[in-house]
């Protein structure tokens, strides 16, 4: 791949504190209305005070740094001061049990560790980090800005398998931020709200995005989200987010210009809905070894996901998806290595993503992962196609396709879905008519069950997890 010219040659922070010094960076809220605010000489300089705190409590350059809390303005301050002082983040879901926690953070292996809000915190693998000013004297901190440092883990999802974690440098947060903002407009005067949760690649695009724009970053309570949607320019939101608040008050009055949207299939009803009051919608296809996106499109009835950003690259090999670009990760890190993720050296730098897609008049479609297909009655099935589909049907908002064993056919799939309106017999039987006119038998689901509420707001669900709350319904 080509290199591209270095988007910066100090630290982001300082340079929009020379750039852009008074003009504000971050706000808690609607800065119009007296939210707390920082310039970005008080962002640059906040950031020092953290990575001082940090020092003193012995984190040092290549170490790693895992953080086990929901979004908030410390853990902004701790991610950047992280960086700074040539450490490593790893941001890991504060929602899992602690077994999950002790699991992820021993494969890991991290230095160090700060959760504030977990119970018998001391029990984690770590050295127990604490933000509170200590009394010592300031120390110097030799870490110079480096675009080729590696700067974040992220772990993968877990759609299938155990997670991974996926190691990447700040050259790849930004080309995947500079590749994106070449077709989404966002400018310094804009603000992006921190929608999504910091340890998901996800929210952190939207982090280096704004690093990158030196523009503003709205940080809020996840319980304020819908409220903030007023206040802000941008977002980048799962399709049940966007649904909640053009459902909401808030909607009536607004800000918001832009949405991202990701983490699931849209349904066409939702960004038409969007678009009639004035919010442009985006969708696209991305993964977190890519620094979240890889194409992107303006949502319309097209169910494509749009063509590759600029410093990305894409084909297709026998139906499945390879990428490679400025902005693929360095590998995959366990026992405090980093391992390429490329089979071998005959790759080429090329990624298998494990996804099937087809071009179809320049853009790209995503027929599923090619470890979802199942069979049914000797027919490949592959669930994404049905959940199309369905979610062409003014009732869906939201379907997760999933197989079930069966006697017969070896495998039936069911449905898992939020809708517009109770999921009760009258809209099953309307459901199984509607499928019954557009699919092939072996397409046509067995049942429709509702999504359970614990599954709504993660950013990507979980299709392994979601099948074990199934094999309990069954």
């Known amino acids: 791949m080509a290199k591209i010219k270095a988007a910066f040659q100090m630290w982001p922070w300082q340079y929009w504190a020379e750039q852009r010094p008074t003009e504000i960076a971050i706000a808690l809220g609607d800065a119009n209305a007296g939210a707390v605010t920082w310039n970005w000489i008080e962002v640059a300089a906040n950031i020092e005070k953290y990575a001082q705190r940090l020092v003193a409590q012995g984190v040092k350059r290549?170490?790693?740094v895992a953080v086990v809390a929901p979004n908030s303005i410390d853990v902004l301050w701790l991610l950047l001061a992280i960086i700074r002082v040539g450490a490593r983040y790893v941001g890991l879901n504060p929602k899992l049990p602690p077994?999950?926690?002790i699991e992820q953070l021993t494969v890991l292996g991290n230095d160090h560790i700060w959760c504030p809000e977990i119970d018998a915190a001391e029990s984690l693998?770590?050295?127990?980090?604490?933000l509170i000013p200590a009394m010592t004297s300031e120390r110097i901190i030799p870490v110079m800005w480096q675009e080729h440092r590696p700067v974040s883990l992220t772990l993968t999802s877990g759609s299938t398998g155990s997670p991974k974690a996926v190691v990447h440098h700040a050259q790849s947060h930004l080309a995947s931020a500079r590749g994106l903002l070449k077709q989404m407009t966002f400018t310094a005067d804009d603000s992006w709200l921190l929608s999504l949760p910091l340890f998901h690649i996800s929210g952190l695009a939207i982090v280096w995005r704004w690093l990158y724009r030196g523009a503003r970053i709205v940080v809020v309570e996840p319980k304020l989200h819908q409220q903030a949607l007023q206040w802000v320019s941008h977002a980048s939101l799962v399709p049940t987010q966007l649904q909640r608040f053009l459902d909401s008050e808030y909607a009536q009055q607004h800000q918001l210009q832009q949405v991202l949207l990701g983490g699931a299939t849209i349904p066409v009803s939702l960004t038409t809905s969007a678009e009639q009051v004035g919010i442009e919608c985006w969708n696209g296809y991305g993964m977190t070894e890519m620094a979240s996106t890889i194409t992107v499109k303006r949502a319309n009835s097209s169910a494509g996901v749009g063509t590759v950003l600029p410093h990305r690259e894409l084909i297709l090999r026998d139906g499945e998806i390879w990428v490679r670009g400025n902005v693929l990760c360095l590998g995959y890190y366990r026992n405090k290595t980093i391992f390429s993720l490329l089979g071998c050296p005959d790759d080429d730098d090329w990624f298998a993503t494990k996804d099937v897609g087809e071009w179809h008049d320049d853009e790209l479609f995503i027929r599923g992962r090619a470890d979802n297909m199942f069979i049914s009655g000797g027919e490949n099935v592959q669930p994404e196609d049905i959940e199309q589909v369905l979610l062409q049907h003014s009732a869906v908002n939201q379907v997760i396709v999933l197989p079930v064993a069966d006697h017969d056919f070896g495998a039936r799939p069911v449905a898992i879905l939020t809708t517009a309106q109770p999921?009760?017999?009258?809209?099953?039987?309307?459901?199984?008519?509607?499928?019954?006119?557009n699919v092939a038998p072996h397409k046509r689901p067995v049942r429709y069950l509702a999504l359970p509420e614990s599954f709504m707001q993660s950013v990507k669900i979980s299709r392994s997890e979601l099948a074990q709350w199934l094999a309990l319904q069954v």
């Open 99 to 101: 077994k999950a926690l």
């Open 62 to 64: 290549d170490q790693l």
């Open 125 to 130: 693998p770590g050295s127990t980090l604490s």
């Open 423 to 437: 999921l009760d017999n009258y809209l099953m039987d309307e459901l199984i008519t509607y499928m019954s006119q």
